[in-house]
């Protein structure tokens, strides 16, 4: 199974959305959402949770993610911090809750992370940037 994910803010902090799509053989399904207030941030580490959360049995799974700090978050400096008592060498961890679902996700999954630039052509990167960009203009309409 492939995922990809997107989130984003406009402003950052402000009206975000996140967007996922799965992949599976033959079959694709797309996820979307957003928050009237987050970060980007958040958005891009919730987009990987709901991908992952939707899963109905333990899989293999590849993200892909335009998000430098999901990525390296996640592969780099995540077992650092649980090492340390879920700290970083300079204090508090910023979206520590959802750090923690992300951890715990992927105890269950067998999860491989791919960074890939934004905007660079890929059309299922592209498509969940619209499917943010459709989620954000849509709670900006409904306040």
Known sequence: MTVYTDGGCDPNPGVGGWAAVLLYKEHCREL????????????EMTAAIRALESLRRPCSVKV????????????????AWK??????????????????????????????WRWLPGHSGDPLN??????????????????
């Open 83 to 112: 090492r340390r008592g879920w700290r970083r060498k300079e204090g508090a961890i910023k979206n520590l809750d959802l750090w923690k679902r992300l951890d715990e996700l992927t105890q269950v999954h067998h999860v491989t």
């Open 64 to 79: 892909c993610t335009d998000s430098q700090y999901l990525q390296r978050g996640i592969t780099e400096w995540l077992p």
């Open 32 to 43: 979307f959402g957003g928050e009237r207030r987050t970060t980007n941030n958040r958005m």
């Open 126 to 143: 592209e498509r969940c940037d619209a499917l943010v960009g459709e989620v954000i203009a849509g709670l900006r309409r409904d306040a």
